[in-house]
T-cell receptor, first 115, second 114 residues
Framework: DTGVSQDPRHKITKRGQNVTFRCDPISEHNRLYWYRQTLGQGPEFLTYFQNEAQLEKSRLLSDRFSAERPKGSFSTLEIQRTEQGDSAMYLC?????????????FGQGTRLTVV | AQSVTQPDIHITVSEGASLELRCNYSYGATPYLFWYVQSPGQGLQLLLKYFSGDTLVQGIKGFEAEFKRSQSSFNLRKPSVHWSDAAEYFCAVGHSGNTGKLIFGQGTTLQVKP
């Protein structure tokens, strides 16, 4: 078990380009979350999956953002037509859904810079 | 709506001194509460969690936190701070509905003086 893995760790892109990030959760975890963190702020929830089903999306997730988890394992987050305001750290987390709550384990994040 | 407030944006303590980081939450029922730590450019590491039971919870790295329902607080403490504790600390509350979604506070940056 190597924990939650995110790729790439850093991405610099020009405004208007599309970018895609990947997250590999802990293998037995059926829930996967995406958060966005801007400088000096706490992470903000974007979306989450239980297995392959996307169960909730935040209003922060504009129509330029799309997330998938096609086989209930890894997930991708794509941002189309990037804007400077998209510059942030994108964090992925995973957990196991059980009766009651459980903690989420976070990856190292992908730092996106839009120039 | 659920929310988390960390009143102190930045705290500086001397190495060896005690530490208390404040966290207040707004939640209608018994909350699930967490403290995470983040080093620069890194992801979040869980320090400790409260789900139910004993209101004083022990975590990793010598940290503890106390849940006080009457004050809607979940303050993080450490009796003696080490230089390696310098980082950003986030308090979070688990969202209702048991989705596992977390609502985070703004964070407190801890600086440790030698």
């Amino acid at each position: 078990d190597t924990g939650v893995s995110q790729d790439p760790r850093h991405k610099i892109t020009k405004r208007g380009q599309n970018v895609t990030f990947r997250c590999d959760p802990i293998s037995e975890h059926n829930r996967l979350y995406w958060y966005r963190q801007t400088l000096g702020q706490g992470p903000e929830f974007l979306t989450y999956f239980q297995n392959e089903a996307q169960l909730e999306k935040s209003r922060l997730l504009s129509d330029r953002f799309s997330a998938e988890r096609p086989k209930g394992s890894f997930s991708t987050l794509e941002i189309q037509r990037t804007e400077q305001g998209d510059s942030a750290m994108y964090l992925c987390a995973s957990s196991i859904s059980t009766k009651g709550s459980t903690e989420a384990f976070f990856g190292q994040g992908t730092r996106l810079t839009v120039v | 709506a659920q929310s988390v407030t960390q009143p102190d944006i930045h705290i500086t303590v001397s190495e060896g001194a005690s530490l208390e980081l404040r966290c207040n939450y707004s939640y209608g029922a018994t909350p699930y509460l967490f403290w995470y730590v983040q080093s620069p450019g890194q992801g979040l590491q869980l320090l400790l969690k409260y789900f139910s039971g004993d209101t004083l919870v022990q975590g990793i790295k010598g940290f503890e936190a106390e849940f006080k329902r009457s004050q809607s607080s979940f303050n993080l403490r450490k009796p003696s701070v080490h230089w390696s504790d310098a980082a950003e600390y986030f308090c979070a509350v688990g969202h209702s509905g048991n989705t596992g979604k977390l609502i985070f506070g703004q964070g407190t940056t801890l600086q440790v003086k030698p």
